[in-house]
């Protein structure tokens, strides 16, 4: 039972460049999310999904897309890169919402320059 | 927008003290877990609190809810330099996300 995985750990884009992370959880979660964290900043919510084919926008979705074709995985793309989509990306699952708590993954620490 | 607000934002104890880091939020909330992260790690649940709940116990974590004063408090017992990390609340509306503070900085020295 891996929990929840994100791949891959580290990555270096240069602005205007694309790249996918991917999540991945084990434990038959429906929801799904999308976080970055900041110095100073908490986490805030990107995108998430609450069931295999839906995605709905969060907080700071501006920059972003993301798919949840298969209900273990959730992608997070970014078309075209920015030195401000610098961050650490946290992908979290849950059974339920309202009163479950969130597994998060490793996370991704993406650098543009 | 940050719904949670952690006081204080760092906090330096020995081991064997006790620490307190309290969160404030702004409306009205389902529930309030709080999550510790250690450094270069993702985040881990520690305790749930309901909003009929005043308070709970973990272990050496306590947690108390006032929804009167929209604050909680978490309170580690005895900690140990393990305890070393950022401590995040994180509210649950009526909604399907959480909305996490900034939360505090616990370093507990040997």
């Known amino acids: 039972n891996a929990g929840v995985t994100q791949t891959p750990k580290f990555r270096v884009l240069k602005t205007g460049q694309s790249m996918t992370l991917l999540c991945a959880q084990d434990m038959n979660h429906e929801y799904m999310y999308w976080y970055r964290q900041d110095p100073g900043m908490g986490l805030r919510l990107i995108h998430y999904?609450?069931?295999?084919?839906?995605?709905a926008k969060g907080e700071v979705p501006d920059g972003y897309n993301v798919s949840r074709l298969k209900k273990q995985n959730f992608l997070l793309g970014l078309e075209s890169a920015a030195p401000s989509q610098t961050s650490v990306y946290f992908c979290?699952?849950?059974?339920?919402?309202?009163?479950?708590?969130?597994?998060f993954g490793p996370g991704t620490r993406l650098t543009v320059t | 927008s940050q719904q949670g607000e952690e006081d204080p934002q760092a906090l330096s104890i020995q081991e064997g003290e006790n620490a307190t880091m309290n969160c404030s939020y702004k409306?009205?909330?389902?529930?309030l877990q709080w999550y510790r992260q250690n450094s270069g790690r993702g985040l881990v649940h520690l305790i749930l609190?309901?909003?009929?709940?005043r308070e709970k116990h973990s272990g050496r974590l306590r947690v108390t809810l006032d929804t009167s004063k929209k604050s909680s408090s978490l309170l580690i017992t005895a900690s140990r330099a393990a305890d070393t990390a950022s401590y995040f609340c994180?509210?649950?509306?009526?909604?399907?996300?959480?909305?996490f503070g900034t939360g505090t900085r616990l370093q507990v020295f040997p």
């Open positions: 979290a699952s849950s059974y339920q919402v309202l009163t479950y708590e969130q597994y």
């Open positions: 609190i309901r909003s009929n709940e």
């Open positions: 409306t009205s909330i389902n529930n």
């Open positions: 994180a509210t649950g509306g009526y909604t399907d996300k959480l909305i």
């Open positions: 999904s609450v069931g295999e084919g839906t995605t």
